[in-house]
């Protein structure tokens, strides 16, 4: 029985096809699975297992390396507000601990409405607005304590829902099925394009 | 072998001092062979090195200064300037232990490994510094369960992968896997999907810390207190050297000892089975020994004593003359074998004698295929498998041809139900029960019998790609080519599976066997005599009588039966059926593949007698009952399934009055008025190796100045490796004994030693055996064993009794869909025998056709070995219909 | 202003559509490429002198002349930009996603290579979204895929998102998570993936703003791009300037022809030090790298002239810390980014990298001692032996020997700054 949804599993599949090794899907396939639960059940974990062929213990062993990958349940919204160097200069603590007392939790924790998770977050790549804060791996550029508290009321209030997926989605764009070149395809065309290229190789000697 | 016969041997310079390497070598193991030990805690000779721990960095010069580098992860290069000594390695590598110690628990006075830990021996050689770390240390939970068998404390984790790495790279489960990141690593199994390894102790033997224990030796003793002998594992026939050890004559724990048959590493019924001999340190119940003879009276088994049990053993053989029949002896020792055989063969005169319970293979097809060892898995071209499943019958075995597989050897694998062995296969070929020979021929290119299997009303069994790729990676000839031949199937006659490997041997005359036959000198049983037609030393009873004229008192001359022919014999009343039944450490009434057959034939034996260690289906009905050592008790020899002699060494003392198998057939002699000649085990070992052709030479000296992992037998048909330090309480599984060591020493040869076995013995074994047509509403029936099993070891061992699983019967979904029920519904098997209710799985990997059944699981309603009441000895092949109850 | 080679479409907030992208000149460097033999494509990148933008600075063309002649080789854009306060890939993903695509084919074409990946960090949603659409579009557009432009040349393209873990920058490490693994460094040897990559085989990885300057350079010509900059240090860089400055933000900068004071100072640039205040230390290249102070601030913006500084440029970001700063806490802070980033294989940088994090707290917190200042310096000592530059190592990467860095500025510096902390009994300046 399949943990995933008939939809979500035949992305899973196509996920898997666009590998050479079926490994190398596992995070996607995190992804994918975060997208549809929030968080990687245990029965999800079980079920990229069987479609990367590896054990259950090496997808959760994987998955656990991650700070994106919850094996617990997260809020709808993850709120990230980074500390690190350049935020620290621009008041990151200081947004962090507000938005603590704000959501009444610490970092770490859920709201109790299961709305929020805060984190606290290492460098986010978008250091020249700082302090900078990510909800579900959006950038939100919300550098000050009354802008937080109002993105948080307006998320709160069911808003930004087009801007700001619930937690899990990381994007919305798939690569287009049937755009792929087959994998046969792909090893003949490599095969020769090696043979083509040692030739040129040799001649140019 | 063009590595070895050609050597490359690199020269660099190690502190100053020139020094060798082999090419490919670590410089860890360089060093060491060397005289020089480099710490370590994540490197294991037997593992790919990973280099994590950090510990054993030392100097390398380069073209700008030196540099630190793991030596586990480096090999030497010519000219090479090494230093182990300098300042900047004592620094780095102080530094590394302190910051190991930082967040470690230093909890030395209550931790197993305290007294044999390399971070505690290094610590104390590690002065100041010590105390640098005021903050707070990690903190975890008490210990984890993360097996059945073996607790993780995680605040002692070092993290330095070996047991991970020995679940994915050598076991090849990774249940268990690293989680987190950072100083938050941990070793963790799946919540729902726990490491069920045949062979998670191995994880403790190889922790270099405490973090790893194992529940049967947690808290049992301090290593300073143990006792350690060096011997042999007796749980199977692939015989790994182990180190026995014990505290005030208890067996606490058994190690692994790296040599070339097992490469350190155990079973989990091999490390933790001694719990059947000595009891668990820390359980009430005591390990069901049998401890005094006894005597059925007034229809119940009293205590007598000793003389009164052998009078009576006496009288019921005086009056059966010669019709006696005696079954097992294949957990017995070499010497006890032999002693046996003299008695049965030399004195009571019968040939009716079988250490197999019809779940072996033909002696003369043992005897008669040109043998192959282990060690030649190293350097084969190819392995062709039709077995059990290996990880669960010789399961160390399989962890070597794992070894092989992963080094890029083919493995082909004809089957009847995808193993451990399918998980590993280059080509893997399934086959129906009754098949098996024909896919043989397949292979070997006859291709009439591809009509046959294909007109089978589920279709052909194995896709016709993979006998092509089998076809293609079996080598012209044979050549390097080796054989793992066993039986598959205990609800099929084992002929079928002889005269397949009779058809391979023809087909590819230079391949080599291994016999895969499972009780632990089931081997040495066979070579000595316990099988009809033979005397010891593999030889014929004609060939033979000359030879063993001069010592013994008779030598039967016609061939006996065998244990089935015995029972049913006794069973119809037939001409020629033994009155007494003697049971050498054997139990019918469990092992038996016909156990109705088992059952009838006993009940119909004038007296059982029965030698057995511990308390089994057989002893409770049985007239006489003798006690016997069994495992770590003993002194002697025993030969594993390469025939291999290796020796055994007693840990401790027997419990009760328990007397050794040679013994027992003394002291039995004498009360015949008989006497076997010999008074100690050395007399008997003597004689074996002055007339038994296969163990000439074969000498207590030789033995002992050869490696614990003993001699392949005829003497000289294999190297014998010299004498190697064992050391396993230092650093449990870190000293290892490399497998073809620099300057090894030949023990000396003795002239003439014979070759073994003869091709001309397999003219006995059938070209074919003709096996009936499938009936399109049965199913066919496999049975095959199981690790835990409802034996004595299992049973009596309170850590791996949990772990028998109950009877079901795995059938493909089709056959569930057709009876209209679902996963788990008890059904009931009907065969021509019997019907046995049990829980039905469904299992997409069984062959449609087929019903697999495991062997010596108890059902509901059927306690003991459940599958064995469904099959008929005399049946080629076994069908059940599967009902709704 | 000078050049600008990657950020030419700065000036359109629609620089990622693919119209956009058209409409100024995308794809037309592939198609030069595509007519050129592969090896001549190559010939220009070398001529171009192209310096990789990892951190590493290893030049490009050496980089692919490494790569083993075999049919199965890959390509992997490290797009993983994790290292603290470099935010300039970030802007290349989300700003100019067709630029990338189309280095990435064209240093696809040039190794003749058939599969690539992109890996980018799993936080970059945005920029993830806009780089699957940039390929889908490109397949579309026939830039991929089957039979590019007619020229006989295939490649398939995959992006792969991370899913949070500095350490997956590291090449090895990348390889491993997009192998479906923990991101656990690989050891050395092998040096480079060249030799063994992804799945074993020979690979390349680069840098995502390396490749996005190949469509200029092939367009252009390497020459061209080798006349900017000066010595080793060709072309335009990236610069990310983050911390105490009017006007934080990425900014292209012909290398070397500028100085740090330059890229803070002037208007069109950083704006100058927030508040006027006084510069008391930057951060050159990343926090793996060691300090700079107001002394070195007239140093170029090149690799070689910061190296020879006893630092390093690495990912092209620089942090300026003001006169007002606490030391200690800046150092405090970047440990702890280390300590939590670790992949923890190593001993040296698993446990000392949380050592380190937790002394130096209790220094900017209370409960500092005296001697926890040389014993800061002892256990670096034990990690990058020597405390040289660059860094000798005790562990597998240079994860390890990064840790040192700032601990060691901090203290040769600021010494006095630590010491006031043990007697204040924590950090007198707050935050
Ligand atoms: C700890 C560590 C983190 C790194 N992080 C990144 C990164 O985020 N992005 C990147 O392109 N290179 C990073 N690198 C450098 C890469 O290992 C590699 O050198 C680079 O991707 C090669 O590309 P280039 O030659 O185009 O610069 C990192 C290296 C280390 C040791
Ligand atoms: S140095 Fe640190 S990050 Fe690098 S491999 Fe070692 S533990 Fe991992
Ligand atoms: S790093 Fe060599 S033994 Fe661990």
């Known amino acids: 029985m399949s943990h995933f949804s008939p939809a979500l599993r035949a992305k899973a599949e196509a996920t898997v096809a666009l590998y050479p090794k079926k490994r190398s899907a596992l995070i996607p396939l995190c992804h994918l699975a975060q997208g549809q639960d929030g968080y990687l059940t245990e029965a999800a974990m079980v079920e990229i297992g069987e479609l990367c062929e590896v054990t259950a213990a090496e997808v959760r062993g994987t998955a656990t390396f991650y700070d994106m990958l919850h094996t617990d349940p997260v809020g709808k919204y993850v709120v990230g507000i980074c500390t690190n160097i350049a935020c620290m200069l621009a008041g990151g603590d200081d947004l962090l601990e507000h938005a603590e007392q704000r959501l009444g939790c610490a970092v770490g924790g859920t709201t109790t409405d299961g709305l929020f998770t805060l984190e606290e977050t290492e460098c986010l790549a978008d250091c020249d607005i700082a302090p900078c804060v990510q909800v579900n791996h959006r950038f939100v550029r919300t550098t000050t304590p009354e802008a937080l508290d109002a993105l948080l009321d307006e998320l709160a209030a069911g808003g930004r829902v087009d801007e700001i997926p619930s937690h899990g989605t990381l994007i919305r764009v798939e690569r287009t099925v049937g755009l792929q070149v087959p994998k046969d395809v792909i090893a003949e065309e490599r095969a020769a394009a090696g043979a083509a290229q040692a030739a040129r190789m040799e001649g140019s000697k | 072998m063009a590595d070895d016969a050609t050597p490359v041997t690199i020269r660099f310079t190690l502190d100053g001092r020139e020094v060798e390497a082999n090419k490919g070598e670590m410089l860890i193991a360089a060093a060491e062979r060397s005289g020089t030990y480099i710490p370590r805690f994540c490197y294991h000779p037997r593992m790919e090195p990973v280099g994590v721990c950090r510990m054993c960095l030392v100097e390398v010069e380069g073209p700008r200064g030196t540099t630190l580098m793991p030596s586990c992860y480096i090999a030497p290069s010519d000219g090479m300037v090494v230093r182990t000594d300098s300042e900047k390695v004592k620094k780095a590598q102080d530094g590394v232990l302190e910051f190991l110690l930082a967040n470690h628990p230093l909890d030395c006075p209550v931790c197993d490994k305290g007294g044999e830990c390399p971070l505690q021996d290094q610590t104390l050689a590690y002065g100041p510094g010590e105390s640098r770390f005021i903050e707070e240390k990690r903190h975890f939970e008490k210990p984890v369960p993360i097996s059945d068998l073996v607790l993780l404390d995680r605040e002692r984790c070092i993290q330095c992968s070996r047991c991970t790495r020995f679940a994915a790279e050598v076991a090849g489960e990774a249940q268990i896997a690293f989680s987190g990141r950072g100083d938050l690593v941990e070793v963790a199994p799946f919540p729902t999907e726990p490491f069920t390894s045949h062979f998670s102790g191995n994880t403790v033997q190889i922790c270099p810390v405490g973090a790893l224990t194992a529940k049967p030796y947690r808290f049992a003793a301090r290593p300073w207190d143990l006792d350690q002998a060096e011997s042999t594992c007796t749980g199977c026939s692939v015989g790994c050297r182990v180190a026995v050890q014990s505290s005030q004559d208890r067996l606490t724990r058994v190690l692994g000892v790296d040599g070339e048959v097992s490469h350190g590493w155990l079973c989990d019924k091999g490390r933790f089975g001694f719990e059947a001999v000595t009891g668990a340190h820390d359980a009430d119940s005591e390990p069901g020994r049998v401890t005094t003879p006894m005597l059925k009276k007034n229809g119940e088994l009293v205590p007598v004593t000793w003389s009164e049990a052998l009078s009576a053993a006496a009288a019921a053989l005086s009056t059966a003359g010669s019709a006696v029949g005696v079954i097992g002896g294949a957990q017995f020792t070499n010497e006890g074998a032999y002693a046996w055989v003299k008695l049965a063969k030399g004195i009571i005169g019968t040939d009716s004698v079988d250490a197999q319970l019809d779940d072996g293979l033909p002696a003369s097809l043992v005897f008669g295929l040109p043998a192959a060892t282990i060690l030649d898995l190293d350097t084969a071209n190819a392995v062709l498998t039709i077995t059990g499943d290996l990880s669960e019958e010789l399961p160390v075995l399989f962890l070597r041809l794992r070894e092989a597989a992963h080094r890029g050897t083919p493995i082909v694998q004809i089957h009847q139900h995808p193993d451990s062995v399918t998980s590993i296969a280059h080509s893997a070929l399934a086959v129906r029960s009754g098949d098996t020979d024909a896919v043989v021929r397949m292979l070997c290119g006859d291709d009439v019998q591809a009509a046959q299997l294909r007109n089978h009303p589920e279709g052909l069994s194995f896709d016709p790609a993979a006998l092509e790729a089998a076809k293609a990676a079996l080598p012209h000839g044979g050549k390097g080519l080796v054989v793992i031949v066993g039986r598959e199937n205990l609800a099929e006659d084992g002929t079928l599976t002889a005269a397949a490997a009779k058809r391979i041997a023809g087909a590819f005359p230079e391949a080599t066997f291994l016999v895969g036959l499972r009780r632990a000198n089931v081997r040495g049983a066979l070579d000595l005599g316990l099988t009809p037609g033979f005397l010891p030393g593999r030889v014929t009873l004609a060939e033979g009588q000359s030879r063993y004229a001069g010592t013994w008192a008779t030598t039967p001359s016609a061939t006996g039966l065998s244990t089935v022919e015995q029972l049913r014999a006794l069973a119809t009343g037939a001409a020629g059926a033994p009155s007494v039944l003697v049971l050498l450490g054997s139990d019918p009434l469990t092992d038996l593949p016909d156990g109705a057959l088992a059952a009838a034939g006993l009940a119909k034996a004038t007296t059982t007698i029965v030698v057995s260690g511990h308390h089994t289906a057989t002893t409770a009905q049985a007239d006489i009952v003798l006690p016997v050592t069994v495992a770590n008790e003993r002194t002697g020899t025993t030969t594993n399934v390469e025939g291999r002699v290796s020796v055994l060494a007693p840990a401790v003392a027997a419990p009760g009055q328990a007397w050794s198998d040679w013994t027992i057939a003394t002291a039995l002699a004498d009360a015949l008025g008989a006497d076997l000649g010999l008074e100690t085990v050395d007399a008997f070992a003597a004689e074996i190796a002055a007339l038994a052709p296969s163990h000439r030479g074969l000498s207590a000296q030789l033995l002992a100045g050869a490696s614990g992992d003993g001699i392949i037998i005829p003497v000289g048909s294999s190297p014998i490796h010299g004498a190697q330090p064992l050391d396993p309480t230092a650093f449990p599984g870190v000293k290892a004994v490399p497998a073809r060591p620099l300057g090894t020493e030949q023990a000396s040869l003795p002239e003439g030693a014979p070759a073994s076995g003869g091709a001309a013995l397999l003219a006995a074994i059938p070209e074919a055996v003709s096996v009936p047509g499938p009936d399109g509403y049965a199913l066919r029936l496999t049975v095959q064993r199981r690790l835990y099993d409802g034996g004595a070891t299992v049973t009596n061992s309170p850590s791996l009794a949990p772990l028998v699983d109950g009877a079901t019967v795995k059938v493909h979904p089709s056959a569930l869909d057709r009876l209209g029920v679902a996963s788990g519904t008890v059904v009931r098997l009907r065969s021509a025998a019997a019907h046995l209710d049990l829980p039905a799985i469904s299992d997409k990997t069984v062959i449609k056709g087929t019903a697999v059944l495991s062997f010596n699981h108890a059902t509901a309603d059927h306690a003991g070995n459940a599958a064995a009441s469904l099959i008929d000895a005399s049946a080629v092949v076994t069908d059940v219909r599967m009902e709704t109850r | ?431």
Request: contains cysteine; hydrophobic residues 40%.
């Open chain 3, 1 to 431: 202003m000078s050049t600008t080679i990657v950020t030419a479409r700065r000036a359109f907030d629609d620089s990622f559509t693919i119209e956009r992208a058209l409409a100024t000149g995308a794809y037309e460097g592939l198609k030069k490429a595509l007519s050129m033999t592969p090896e001549a494509v190559c010939a220009e990148v070398d001529a171009a002198s192209l310096l990789g933008r990892g951190g590493a600075g290893f030049p490009a063309g050496r980089k692919w002349s490494m790569l083993r002649k075999n049919p199965t080789t890959y390509l992997v854009i490290n797009g993983d930009e994790s290292e603290p306060a470099t935010f300039k890939d970030h802007y290349l993903i989300e700003r100019d996603p067709h630029q990338l695509v189309e280095g990435v084919i064209i240093a696809a074409y040039a190794l003749q290579v058939t599969q690539a990946f992109i890996f980018i960090r799993g936080e970059f949603a945005l920029g993830l979204e806009r780089v699957t659409q940039a390929i889908n579009e490109a397949y579309a557009h026939g830039a991929l895929g089957r039979n590019i432009f007619g020229s006989g040349f295939s490649l398939d393209l995959v992006v792969h998102p991370g899913a949070g873990a500095y350490i997956c920058g590291e090449e090895t490490a990348l390889l491993e998570s997009l192998e479906g693994k923990r991101g656990f460094p690989r050891i050395k040897p092998p040096f480079f993936p060249a030799a063994i990559g992804l799945y074993g085989e020979p690979t390349v990885v680069n840098n995502v703003e390396t490749v996005s300057n190949l469509p200029w350079i092939v367009s252009n010509g390497g020459a061209a791009f080798a006349a900017l900059g000066e010595g080793r240090s060709t072309g335009t860089r990236l610069f990310a300037l983050s911390g105490d400055v009017e006007r934080p933000g990425v900014f292209e900068v012909e290398m070397v022809k500028s100085t740090f004071r330059d890229l803070i100072e002037r208007p069109e640039l950083g704006g100058g030090v927030r508040g006027g205040k006084a510069v008391k230390a930057i951060i050159p290249g990343g926090v793996s790298a060691p300090w700079f102070f107001p002394e070195d601030l007239d140093t170029p913006l090149g690799q070689d002239e910061v190296a020879a500084k006893n630092s390093m440029l690495g990912s092209g970001s620089i942090v300026v810390m003001d006169e007002t700063r606490c030391m200690v806490r800046a150092a405090w802070r970047i440990t702890k980014f280390f300590s939590r980033e670790s992949c923890g294989q190593c001993t040296p940088c698993r446990e000392g990298s949380g050592w380190l994090e937790r002394v130096l707290y209790r220094l900017e917190h209370g409960g500092g001692r005296m001697e926890d200042v040389d014993l800061l310096l002892d256990l670096c000592d034990n990690i990058a032996p020597g405390l040289t530059w660059p860094p000798q190592q005790t562990t597998i990467c240079v994860l390890g020997p990064s840790i040192p860095s700032s601990i060691h500025s901090a203290i040769s510096r600021f010494r006095e700054e630590f010491i006031a902390h043990v007697h204040d009994g924590g950090c007198r300046h707050g935050r």
